[in-house]
C-alpha cells in the first residue's frame, strides 16, 4: 500500500525557518518525480515545487524561489522541503505528493500545517 | 502561472448530472492532453478523478468523466449521489511555468 506521511509542520515567527520531511512507503521511491503542494486555509490548491527522480531537476512556483528548497534522499524513502524567511502567506496545509506524470498526482499525504504568525 | 478558470459553485438533486468547466488558453489545457481532476472533502487530501482529460484511475466511478473542447476541460458527474458533495479542482501541463497549474476550485452541492 503506496503511504506518504508528512511532518515537520508548526506554528513559526515570520522570517523564521522550518522543515518539512515525508516518508514514502509502499512503492519504488526512487521511480517518481514527488511533489510538494499547498492549500492556505479556505483557498484552493497550488504547486510549491517538484523533484526529478534522481534529484538533478527541480522547479518552485515563483512566490517561493530563493526561500524554499526541495530534496530528497532515495536511500532513506524521503522527500524534504526546507522553508526559510516563511512569510505569513506561506500559512497553509502542506501535501506531499506523488506525480505520475506532468502535473498529475496519485497519492497524496494526509497534511501538515505550517501557521507563520507572530 | 495563472489559476484555470473554474465556476465557484455548481449544485445538482440526486440522481441528475452536473457538468464542471475548467477554461484555461493555448499554453495549458488547450495545448495538451494533460488534464487532470481532483475530488477534495473537507479536511481531507485530494484524490484524483480523472488524468489525460478523459481517463479514470482504478476504482474511480464509471459515473465521473471528463472531456475538452478548445480552452476549456469539462468534468461530468452522472447520477449524482450525496458522497460525490466536494469541492473539485483541475491541473493542467503549462508551457508558460515548469510546474502545473490548478484551477480555481469549485464546491459541488447535492440538493
Known amino acids: 500500500e503506496v503511504q506518504l506521511v508528512e511532518s515537520g509542520g508548526g506554528l513559526v515567527q515570520p522570517g523564521g525557518s522550518l522543515r518539512l520531511s515525508c516518508a514514502a512507503s509502499?512503492?519504488?521511491?526512487?521511480?517518481?518525480?514527488m511533489s510538494w503542494v499547498r492549500q492556505a486555509p479556505g483557498k484552493g490548491l497550488e504547486w510549491v515545487a517538484n523533484?526529478?527522480?534522481?534529484?538533478?531537476?527541480?522547479y518552485y512556483v515563483d512566490s517561493v524561489k530563493g526561500r524554499f528548497t526541495i530534496s530528497r534522499d532515495n536511500a532513506k524513502n524521503s522527500l524534504y522541503l526546507q522553508m526559510n524567511s516563511l512569510r505569513a502567506e506561506d500559512t497553509a496545509v502542506y501535501y506531499c505528493a506523488r506525480e505520475v506524470e506532468a502535473g498529475v498526482v496519485d497519492y497524496w499525504g494526509q497534511g501538515t500545517l505550517v501557521t507563520v504568525s507572530s | 502561472q495563472s489559476a484555470l478558470t473554474q465556476p465557484a459553485s455548481v449544485s445538482g438533486s440526486p440522481g441528475q448530472s452536473i457538468t464542471i468547466s475548467c477554461t484555461g488558453t493555448s499554453s495549458d489545457v488547450g495545448g495538451y492532453n494533460y488534464v487532470s481532476w481532483y475530488q477534495q472533502h473537507p479536511g481531507k487530501a485530494p484524490k484524483l478523478m480523472i488524468y489525460?482529460?478523459?481517463n479514470r484511475p482504478s476504482g474511480v466511478s464509471n459515473r465521473f468523466s471528463g472531456s475538452k473542447s478548445g480552452n476549456t476541460a469539462s468534468l461530468t458527474i452522472s447520477g449524482l449521489q450525496a458522497e460525490d458533495e466536494a469541492d473539485y479542482y483541475c491541473?493542467?501541463?503549462?508551457?508558460?511555468?515548469?510546474?502545473?497549474?490548478f484551477g480555481t476550485g469549485t464546491k459541488v452541492t447535492v440538493l
Open positions: 523533484i526529478k527522480q534522481d534529484g538533478s531537476e527541480k
Open positions: 509502499g512503492f519504488t521511491f526512487s521511480s517518481y518525480w
Open positions: 491541473s493542467s501541463y503549462t508551457s508558460s511555468s515548469t510546474l502545473a497549474v
Open positions: 489525460d482529460v478523459s
